[in-house]
């Protein structure tokens, strides 16, 4: 009888010699993915009003770590894993992929912000990972990077880095903020910092 695609896909992992290896991220990478990540938030054309600060949350990295250790990748969505979102406490979880190094990318999902306008809301071509780093509501930001010796998906490929952010709350395809001077318009609890609504 013919195998199903999970079968499929472990006996090409034990042939060969699936080791994924998860990186621990240090102090230096976490606090390098956060600023990045504020610095394309509080530098978006036009300004934001209610652009609030992200944070790093232990519970989004925990959960990118899950889908990257998969290794399995097809270009926006990384296949999900059998336990789901609700452990984070977030109503909606974002996430962005990528097969590069960390840094490179972050600033890969923002160089989307040049195919997105901002008025029409509207991309010519993708840029939903753009409109998720850019999302006002998102506070918090958790990632994860396994080192894969065979990405498994429509791409597959030799040995790369996956790469798994997640953020909390997610985005959706609304207008992604407010127009208007930086952190003029916070929420509640929040004050102007440096361009970003910060608690």
């Known amino acids: 009888s013919l195998i199903s695609l999970a079968q499929a896909r472990q006996l090409a992992r034990l042939v060969i010699n699936y080791e994924p290896v998860t990186a621990t991220l240090s102090d ?36 990118a770590r899950e889908f990257t250790q998969k290794c399995e990748y097809n270009g926006f969505l990384v296949l999900k894993p059998l336990n789901d979102y609700s452990i984070t406490g977030y109503s909606s979880v974002g996430r962005n992929t990528a097969i590069f190094g960390l840094s490179e990318a972050i600033t890969g999902w923002a160089n989307e912000r040049h195919r997105y306008t901002y008025g029409s809301n509207h991309c010519p071509r993708y840029c939903g990972n753009y409109k998720q780093i850019i999302w006002a509501e998102t506070y918090a930001v958790g990632c994860s990077i396994t080192a894969c010796k065979e990405v498994f998906g429509p791409y597959n490929s030799g040995p790369r880095n996956l790469i798994v952010c997640n953020y909390g709350p997610g985005s959706s395809w609304s207008t992604p903020y407010i127009s208007g001077p930086s952190a003029s318009a916070c929420p509640t609890g929040y004050r102007p910092k440096n361009k970003l609504c910060s608690n």
Not at 44 to 58: G, L, Q
Request: charged letters at 30%; hydrophobic letters at 45%; proline letters at 6%.
């Open 28 to 63: 230096v990478d976490i606090k390098t993915a956060v600023d990045l990540h504020n610095e394309f938030r509080r530098s978006v054309k036009p300004t934001a009003s209610n652009m609030i600060e992200v944070a790093w949350d232990p519970a989004l990295a925990r959960v």
